[in-house]
């Protein structure tokens, strides 16, 4: 669904992108690719322990092995203040951070970096490892929410006091953070509805599961300057983090970030970098380190676990006149589970006059959470769009239809306060309707599920320099990291603006030394916000482009236009000359003033929300429980597609997460909380040959604050699928599946057990 009002030459197409040569014929440099002279291998000794406490160190025989050169504990990191900082469902906390990257009082999860060391090979740094004693007094654990909340419940943190909770408990206990919104009277809009329904929901940690593992290269050197390569998605936000823990200045550091091999909000902060800095500082030689695949899933942020009720009532018509839901999230040994963003998602795609949501941030000994493709968001909506497909069967009416209904619009207000101008969420529900794969016919054993999501997208600083070559080419550099083909867009977004050739532009990733603050790319921010950056240094060039035009026709610049590529006298006051193109007037710019640059720094805040909203077709195999997808059916408001391949994939990357959150994915832990599927074997994603062409549907309503339309397409495709395939389920077996994953031996009890649910 297309919107033709304007025409564009270059957005809405997808030519090749500029990293897609070097991907494919293995040039491109990766975050452990990077060789260089005298590099050492840094490796991590971690936490046999789910729960224990540190009582001392002796790393002296580790230290005296030949071929190692340093060793660095927790000792060696600067303790910091605890303080939150960041808006409130994101908020950041070094205090904890720092911990993180290296336990120092206790180590809090199976896997918890308690010390690292540099050697010059990684048989002796391995050796090394097994050197080094950690005294521990081991403590008992904690890995779920619900033992995690109980009155004896061991404590992580000792000194936690809930924020959040009015009054402040007396009492330390798991529960870091509380919030809490509401809008009308819950309880009065229960009593309008002709059916309530209340139901419990439980999810598991899941990881992003990107391909390429934590890697970088650190070198602190002897003049007291570093640089650091590594895989990220925000490498400023590795230079401010990795400073402040070493307690370096950022001027002193400069961060490159390398081709990423996956990340979708799991390189958005630190493990690795700040350890293997303080390596290289004992030593000055460069460090590289590489997790394993065992390390990332034991050590690097997963998503949250969660125990979730939520309730719906509604009138016969379909009218929601009341909504709850209580969200507890395990966010793993530290404060910081996506519950605040989880439960401002929640209801927000409905036009709603009675909500309550009450959110709990709970710590449990699992992995810190990270983001992961709209944090939070998508465990919310399982419980919410499974509880209201059962309203839906209660009162008799279409799924699509209620959600229709009830879809927020322009002038809708959020129960945290947001009011829409553009929100395209009505759009997407009336392309599934008219979808040809809502009107298959199903047949036995078979059922299609129907679910909406819905994220915030971001928005937030990001910078851009623009020069133009003798020649006339472009190029263009920004600070984030290409994650999904932005460099792409960048580039179609140059060459819109200043109406020359795409293989006229180039685009690149400059490292934190040769472009202004970028925030990290993610949270569905980097075509909007650097987009908008990009636009702005080319409107800047094309400035100076006009007074260069002025300076070689003798005329004042205010008597120039840019056209088309090309430089026009405004009227025929202005005198009667030839357009000059870009490369005309670049073959002359030493003579008209030197340089052509642009350069734009921009704080965004023109983003609006991601909606997406999903058909699932499945068949259950009553013998085996086995769930196979049939079709699968999704439209997104995209806003305005720059590059439509590159959505598409987006789209279809996403849905196939959600669908592996909800059938397959999870951590599972022993009695000792030990990780026991640590690894690609045994924690199972989604291959290609378990699922169908995902059929994307880009609805186009274009952002009208942004010069090209956009919104943000990377998040709300993962948010429908849990739900929209556990209604699937219910619809092919008139059982309801309220706990993920739909794992053929869960599933299989249900149907034993026979308990038909709406």
Not at 2 to 18: A, C, E, H, M
Not at 271 to 283: D, F, G, Q, T
Not at 591 to 620: F, K, L, M, R, Y
Request: charged letters at 20%; glycine letters at 10%.
């Amino acid at each position: 669904m297309n919107d033709n009002s304007q025409q564009f030459k270059w957005i809405g197409t997808s030519p090749i992108r500029p990293d897609g040569l070097e991907k494919v014929t293995g040039a491109a440099l990766f975050g452990a690719d990077l060789k260089v002279p005298g590099m050492l291998v840094g490796r991590m000794l971690r936490s046999p322990h789910a729960h224990a406490r540190i009582r001392g160190f002796d790393t002296s025989k580790a230290e005296a092995l030949a071929g190692v050169k340093a060793v660095v504990t927790s000792a060696d990191f600067p303790d910091q203040p605890s303080v939150y900082v960041g808006p409130d469902r994101v908020q950041q906390n070094m205090h904890h951070i720092t911990r993180n990257i290296m336990a120092r009082e206790k180590a809090l999860y199976d896997g918890h970096a308690v010390a690292a060391v540099a050697a010059i090979s990684a048989s002796i740094a391995e050796q090394a490892l097994k050197l080094i004693e950690v005294d521990y007094e081991v403590l008992p654990h904690v890995t779920d929410v619900a033992a995690a909340l109980a009155p004896d419940a061991p404590l992580l943190h000792e000194d936690q006091i809930t924020r959040g909770m009015e009054p402040a408990p007396e009492k330390p206990s798991n529960v870091a953070k509380y919030g809490e919104f509401s809008v009308g009277d819950v309880e009065a809009g229960f009593g309008e509805a002709d059916e309530v329904v209340e139901m419990d929901f439980t999810t598991e940690t899941v990881h992003q599961g990107y391909i390429e593992p934590h890697a970088c290269v650190a070198h602190f050197k002897q003049d007291g300057q570093a640089e650091i390569f590594c895989s990220t998605q925000g490498h400023f936000v590795v230079r401010a983090a990795t400073a402040k823990l070493l307690g370096m200045k950022q001027s002193d550091l400069t961060v490159t970030a390398s081709e990423m091999g996956g990340a979708f909000g799991g390189k958005t902060v630190v493990y690795l970098e700040p350890v293997a800095m303080a390596l290289s500082r004992k030593c000055a030689l460069p460090v590289r380190m590489v997790m394993s695949r065992v390390e990332v899933l034991k050590a690097s942020g997963p998503t949250a676990c969660s125990v979730m009720k939520v309730k719906i009532g509604a009138k016969k018509d379909g009218t929601i006149t009341g909504a709850t839901a209580e969200l507890k999230f395990g966010g793993g040994a530290f404060p910081g589970a996506p519950v605040i963003g989880a439960a401002m998602c929640a209801f927000s795609r409905y036009d709603l006059a009675n909500v309550k949501i009450t959110a709990y941030d709970v710590v449990i000994n699992r992995p810190k959470a990270a983001a992961y493709r709209a944090p939070g968001s998508p465990i919310a909506a399982f419980g919410v769009e499974s509880t209201l497909d059962a309203v839906a069967r209660k009162i008799g009416m279409d799924p699509l239809a209620i959600r229709l209904k009830n879809a927020a619009r322009n002038g809708s207000t959020t129960v945290f306060g947001q009011t829409f101008t553009n929100i395209g969420y009505a759009e997407t529900i009336e392309a599934l309707m008219d979808h040809p794969n809502y009107k298959v016919p199903l047949g036995p054993n078979q059922g299609r599920g129907v679910a909406s999501g819905f994220w915030f997208n971001g928005g937030g600083e990001s910078s851009a320099t623009m020069h133009i070559n003798d020649d006339g080419s472009a190029v263009v550099a920004t600070g984030s990291p290409d994650v999904a083909g932005s460099r792409a867009s960048m580039a179609l977004m140059a060459a819109e603006t200043l109406g020359i050739d795409y293989d006229q532009v180039r685009a690149t990733v400059a490292n934190t030394a040769n472009v202004g603050y970028t925030h990290v790319s993610g949270g569905s921010r980097v075509t909007l916000s650097t987009g908008l950056a990009v636009v702005n240094a080319s409107k800047n060039v094309i400035d100076e482009l006009c007074l260069r035009a002025a300076r070689i026709w003798g005329v004042d610049a205010e008597g120039i236009t840019w056209e088309d590529g090309h430089a026009k006298p405004a009227s025929t006051n202005v005198g009667e000359f030839d357009p000059l193109s870009l490369a005309q007037i670049a073959a002359q710019k030493a003579a008209t003033g030197g340089p052509i640059v642009g350069s734009a720094g921009v704080n965004a805040t023109c983003q609006a929300p991601g909606v997406a909203t999903q058909i699932c077709d499945v068949e259950v195999d009553p013998e085996t429980g086995k769930v196979t997808i049939l079709r699968f059916t999704t439209a997104q408001d995209v806003g305005r597609a720059i590059q439509p391949d590159s959505v598409e994939g987006q789209i279809q990357g996403g849905s196939v997460q959600g669908i592996g959150w909800a059938l397959n994915e999870e951590y599972v832990y022993d009695a000792n909380g030990h990780l026991q599927n640590a690894g690609f074997l045994d924690y199972r994603m989604p291959l290609a040959s378990d699922l169908p062409m995902i059929d994307a549907v880009m609805v186009e309503v274009p952002n009208p604050d942004h010069p090209y339309g956009v919104k943000g397409v990377g998040e709300a495709n993962i948010v429908p699928p849990m739900a929209a395939v556990a209604n699937a389920v219910r619809d092919a077996t008139g059982v309801r599946i309220k706990a993920l994953p739909i794992s053929p031996p869960r599933l299989l009890a249900a149907l034993d057990a026979g308990v038909m649910e709406a």
